[in-house]
């Protein structure tokens, strides 16, 4: 809201100097103890800055959506001052409850409840406000075909009361006067067309706060109370004038320079103000919070004012179609100070380089305010200052900026899909997502300084995103991605119920294998390198995929055949049993470059070993120990072509466990096979 008896001339010299001072106090939940220190190490900068001394004091509430809220104040509710309202040391403490002027954050209260009366039929968005209200006795001036949206949205056309030089002069002459909103649209002019453009006016909001006392026959006030206030448990609140303080707190003294009114208030009997920055508590502010009314008279602490802008924005407060409304209200050109006016509340780029934030200033006589809510982040800010001078933007974007998370390392530097991975750094507790290389990951946070984010299934080799409710921050370095990888199959081939052998790398983890789609039954992980699959029934011939207990997948290159059932023929010890079938493999003596396959591998009690071979040849089985010495004879004979064997060998209690080798040798080439005996 704009100021009322406020000069356009600001005084920078002061009496005294408001240096290191100061009363400060602050408490949180969730953010960690590092960051509260950064928060109020922000508010201290501001407050001891020698160059902008800051004579009163302020609080300010951070409300981050489900994961933590903190408060911070320091400062002078109300300096000490002599019987010339000239400044003296020292003074009472502005504390996280004290109470402040909000002036024209009130609007985004009063838009809601204007669109929530809509939404009940109670009037309609574009019905014209003589509908209800005589205009053409109150202001014959005024165009009385406004409509409701036009004075939500600005667009009405209306001079801001506030700014009118005659009503100024008639506050300051009798500031103790309760005025009506009616007798304040009566000093108003049309300076523009309804609907041509939009320009902010407090005259819109406290027109539309009449409107609803007349349609609704009941207080605005209590509107407030019943919808807002009451059900969201904001105690501290009140509309000033309208209601008493009560045992809601202290509210703050107000901060200004009044001097260029002296000659009025000499005039009038009223006290006089020194040409400074002071504590001007001795001016009476009936006059300015009643005019103020549904345009800016409402009272809060700091705390409350963020749970509203959170209630707000998040959808707590109304109905889904009225924050709709409110979000889709803005206009696509920025007003003079650079931002977007909407429904009640404005967006607002001034906070962050990087992200719009949504809400609303406040700014008249002595007090000065924001509510900001950055909807991505969730994040809200409230900042009450009880001094002219203060620039809440800046408060706000100082407090934005300590909030920003650092990120120092994470460890270990890569894994598989499922992976618990930690990463620590700054500002950690207010995280709202992870992402590896773009990919979202599920995530725990640990504290401030430590979170622990699980590797996604989809994810590729890149940097670590951490996003948190103060900003964005990427990893240094990239992060290694393991995906499981099928290199090759043994067989290549087969039948249902047969054993397949999958050979590559980091297998695992191996959960479920897909022969074409259809999902195997029985599944077994021996190795990182190996993994055994049964195929099920219903399998067709094609391609053979892993999918890992954390999500990661592999799909061989090139299909699996699934052939007719056909017998096998069991050898034992010793003795090798043969019968001709069609060509159909188990296991082929594989080339140089595939490994022999046992199974299972490790084993308890008995391990098998299948093969076909290609030509007839003559075959020793044996199997030796770690030292080379043989402890088993399985077979020596011959070997007929395109034949199925199996073999298998059972230790004798005098085999201890531990690492052999099964060797197959045929008449051009002998190879071996790794198998581990385990009790």
């Known amino acids: 809201m704009k100021n009322y008896l406020y000069s356009v001339f600001r005084i920078a010299s002061l009496f005294f100097l408001i240096l290191s001072l100061s009363h400060l106090a602050s408490f949180g939940q969730g953010l960690g103890h ?58 009472t403490a502005f504390k996280p409850g004290t109470l402040s002027q909000i002036y024209s954050v ?58 009118e030089q005659q009503l100024q002069i008639s506050v300051a002459a009798q500031p103790g006067r309760t005025w009506t909103a ?44 019943d919808r807002f206030f009451k059900p969201l448990n904001l105690e501290s609140m009140y509309l000033g004038v309208r209601e008493p303080l009560g045992n809601r707190g ?68 109304t109905s889904k179609e009225t924050l709709n409304l409110m979000l889709n209200s803005f206009s696509p050109t920025p007003d003079m100070n650079g931002n977007y006016l909407g429904y009640g509340i404005k967006q607002i780029p001034r906070i962050s380089d990087k992200e719009m934030f949504l809400g609303h200033n406040g700014d008249a006589v002595g007090y000065r305010s924001i509510l900001v809510h950055q909807p991505e982040r969730k994040i809200t800010l409230a900042v009450l200052a009880n001094f002219a001078a203060a620039d809440p933007y800046a408060i706000a974007k100082a407090v934005y900026q300590a909030l920003a998370p650092k990120l120092e390392s994470f460890s270990p530097k890569q894994g598989l899909p499922g992976k618990t991975i930690n990463i620590k750094g700054e ?111 219903g399998a067709t011939t094609g391609k053979i995929k892993v999918v890992l207990t954390g999500g990661g997948k592999a799909t061989s290159s090139s299909d699996f055949r699934v052939t007719q059932s ?20 188990l296991v082929t003596i594989p080339s140089p470059d595939q490994p022999l396959v046992s199974f299972p591998n490790p084993f308890k009690e008995k391990i098998t070993f299948n093969f076909s071979l290609p030509v007839s040849q003559n075959i020793q089985v044996k199997v030796f120990n770690s030292q080379g010495k043989e402890v088993a004879f399985i077979y020596q004979g011959t070997a007929q072509a395109n034949q199925k064997y199996q073999l298998q060998w059972k230790p004798g209690s005098q085999d201890l466990p531990g690492l052999y080798f099964m060797q197959l040798q045929t008449d051009n080439q002998v190879k071996q096979q790794k198998i581990i005996f385990t009790r």
């Open 34 to 91: 590092k960051m509260e220190a950064r928060l109020q190490a922000a508010l201290d900068k501001i407050q001891n800055d020698k160059a902008k001394p800051f004579v009163g004091g302020m609080s300010v509430a951070v409300k981050v959506e489900n994961l933590a809220k903190w408060q911070g104040a320091l400062g002078y509710a109300a300096r000490n001052i002599d019987k010339d309202n000239n400044l003296l040391p020292g003074g």
């Open 106 to 163: 009130t609007k985004t209260f009063t838009a809601p409840l204007v669109l929530e009366l809509v939404k009940e039929g109670v009037f309609k968005l574009e019905d014209p406000i003589s509908k209800y209200l005589p205009f053409g006795q109150i202001n014959p001036r005024l165009n009385s075909k406004v409509t409701i949206h036009q004075l939500l949205a600005h667009e009405s056309g209306y001079s801001d009361y506030a700014v």
């Open 182 to 225: 009616l007798e304040a649209i009566a000093f108003t002019n049309q300076i523009f067309a309804p609907g041509t453009e939009r320009r902010y006016s407090s005259t819109n909001y406290i027109v539309l706060g009449a409107l609803v006392e007349v349609i609704t026959k009941k207080p605005v006030e209590q509107h407030y109370r």
């Open 427 to 537: 500002g950690l507790s207010i995280t709202t997502s992870v992402l590896f290389n773009g990919k979202k990951a599920d995530f725990k946070i640990i504290n401030e300084s430590t979170i622990k984010a699980v590797v996604p299934a989809n994810a590729s080799s890149g940097q670590i995103t951490v996003v948190t409710a103060g900003g964005t921050v990427l990893s240094n370095r990239s992060f290694t991605v393991q995906q499981p990888q099928i290199t090759t199959f043994i067989p290549d081939h087969g039948e249902v119920g047969s054993s397949v052998f999958l050979v590559g790398n980091h297998l695992t983890k191996v959960k479920e294998v897909y022969f074409n789609g259809v999902k195997a039954a029985k599944v077994r992980s021996y190795f990182d390198f190996l993994v055994m699959a049964e195929v099920p029934k």
């Open 566 to 585: 056909t017998p096998v023929i069991i050898a034992n010890q010793k003795s090798l049993i043969s019968e001709k079938q069609p060509t159909s493999a």
């Open 250 to 317: 202290e509210l703050a003294a107000p901060h200004d320079n009044l001097s260029p009114f002296n000659p009025v208030f000499a005039q009038t009997g009223q006290p006089l103000f020194p040409n400074a920055y002071t504590n001007i508590f001795r001016f009476p502010m009936t006059a300015i919070v009643s005019l103020a009314f549904t345009g800016g008279g409402i009272v809060s602490n700091a705390a409350d004012l963020a749970e509203w802008g959170s209630a707000l924005f998040t959808g707590r407060a």
